[in-house]
């Protein structure tokens, strides 16, 4: 098993910054597709925010892209999810997702993010 502790969350005013981090420790398959969802006040889903396969290229949400960028520390199994020009709509509550190819997805916890002013 997989588990995976976030950090990073917090508020902040709009167009402020923050960075989640997201690590992994037990035992960890490659290849893997680590990343972030979000799950916004009173919703119902989980919405992708940003993922990355190992050693691949990231996916970005049509909302985010050229705020947040997605990485990862292989060597630390962990990724990270730099997020600027936050906006209110961007509060929710973000997890992290480890999926290895032909595996069941291990969640994380989540972290609340709330832009207010």
């Known amino acids: 098993q997989v588990r995976l502790v976030e950090s990073g969350g917090g508020l902040v005013q709009p167009g402020g910054s923050l960075r989640l981090s997201c690590a992994a420790s037990g035992r960890f398959r490659s290849p893997n597709v680590m990343g972030w969802y979000r799950q916004a006040p009173g919703g119902n889903q989980r919405e992708l925010v940003a993922?990355?396969?190992?050693?691949?290229?990231?996916t970005y949400a049509d909302s985010v892209k050229g705020r947040f960028t997605i990485s990862r520390d292989n060597a630390k199994n962990t990724v990270y999810l730099q997020m600027n020009s936050l906006k209110a709509e961007d509060t929710a509550v973000y997890y992290c997702?480890?999926?290895?190819?032909?595996?069941?997805?291990?969640w994380g916890q989540g972290t609340q993010v709330t832009v207010s002013s």
């Open positions: 993922s990355m396969m190992s050693g691949g290229t990231p």
């Open positions: 997702r480890y999926n290895p190819p032909g595996y069941a997805p291990t």
